[in-house]
């Protein structure tokens, strides 16, 4: 499974072209895609008006969407955000930590165009989609 990010999804539903959206285009006919609760509140809160709101939910609803909530993700998460920040590394946004231990928890592949999931990926292990592979 490949969670796609929000910074992904703001790029493609705006036209935005690049290496993520254009893997994202090829990618959904092949492979499983998600998103998390989170990255959906994100991605419908800065949508603006009540039809383009209903469009996007619409469209996102095609993708399995996983819950990240719970006392043990909260627990992960706030772990790893210690551990990073005892190497010296602040984690800007707690619903990245919670992306990125949800996915490193669940072994799920992340896209993502946000240097703040560099840390994950080379300190506690968070796979992410190698942008140009498939």
């Not at 499974?1 to 959206?21: F, K, P, R, S």
Request: hydrophobic share 45%; net charge negative.
């Amino acid at each position: 499974m490949v969670i796609i990010d929000t910074t992904v999804w703001i790029d493609y539903l705006g036209g935005v072209e690049n290496a993520q959206t254009e893997w994202l285009d090829e990618a959904q006919q092949r492979m499983r895609l998600g998103l998390t609760d989170l990255i959906l509140c994100e991605l419908l809160q800065g949508v603006r008006g009540d039809a383009m709101f209903a469009q996007v939910r619409r469209e996102m609803m095609r993708f399995e969407i996983f819950s990240t909530g719970g006392m043990e993700m909260a627990v992960a998460s706030a772990q790893n955000f210690r551990t990073l920040r005892a190497k010296g590394i602040t984690v800007r946004k707690t619903i990245d930590c919670l992306i990125a231990t949800f996915c490193i928890t669940g072994e799920h592949l992340l896209l993502h165009h946000d240097r703040d999931f560099d840390a994950f990926e080379q300190h506690l292990g968070l796979r992410v989609v190698a942008v140009g592979e498939a």
